[in-house]
């Protein structure tokens, strides 16, 4: 069995109530907020058998792993099929601003994200599709190991998807919260998700 620890990043400026926007590919590093939660998830992680951490190459995810990997003991390195959604020319918008510059495919996006692909950008088949290929190679290099994985909201949730067994169109019916753990066992080509969206570490940041 090989065990795979999936968390997404801390929070930035740009996840955050009425400042939120639509983040993809844009470098934010993460907040105070988020350099509290990365320590949290780290001394959380710090307890668990951890051989190695890969992350996103994007700052906020970057910081998140390079605390866990400092905790754990053990190397962080960086992994571009865990890179976030390319928003294309949405990057960078907040939700309003989305919904006002193109409504028909703001409320695609609500209704049925899998037929959504971003204006010069990526569609969530597209992304699960790098990702899983990342996760197949990462499991044979790692067999018997637990493997950390820093990325984002997306990505966690439409490899969720693909653990379960479930198609794109489940998308919104998974949370995935700032430096929430999720925990998945690998028997050969069978996951079994065993924890989801688990924030418990997080109960006493403010």
């Not at 890969?54 to 905790?71: H, M, Q, V």
């Not at 688990?198 to 006493?204: E, G, N, R, V, Y």
Request: aromatic share 6%; net charge negative.
């Amino acid at each position: 069995m090989s065990r795979i620890v999936l968390v997404r990043h801390g929070s930035t400026d740009w996840n955050e109530g009425g400042g939120e926007r639509l983040r993809g590919r844009a470098d934010i590093p993460l907040n105070a907020q988020g350099l509290r939660q990365a320590d949290a998830t780290a001394c959380s992680l710090s307890n668990r058998n951890v051989d190695i951490v890969y992350s996103s190459p994007l700052a906020r995810a970057l910081a998140t792993s390079k605390e866990i990997a400092l905790k754990c003991g053990v190397e962080a390195q960086t992994l571009n099929a865990l890179i976030d959604i390319d928003y294309g020319e949405w990057q960078g918008l907040s939700l309003e601003e989305a919904r006002t510059r193109d409504g028909s495919i703001y409320s695609q996006w609500l209704k049925d994200p899998r037929r959504v692909t971003f204006p010069n950008g990526e569609n969530l088949a597209q992304v699960q599709e790098r990702a899983v290929a990342g996760i197949e190679s990462i499991v044979e290099r790692h067999l018997g190991q637990t493997t950390v994985l820093v990325s984002h909201k997306v990505l966690c949730k439409v490899l969720l998807c693909f653990f379960l067994g479930l198609d794109d169109s489940y998308f919104w019916r998974l949370e995935q919260h700032t430096c929430a753990i999720n925990e998945i066992d690998v028997w050969g080509d069978i996951y079994v998700v065993n924890s989801l969206n688990d924030t418990c570490h997080l109960k006493d940041i403010t």
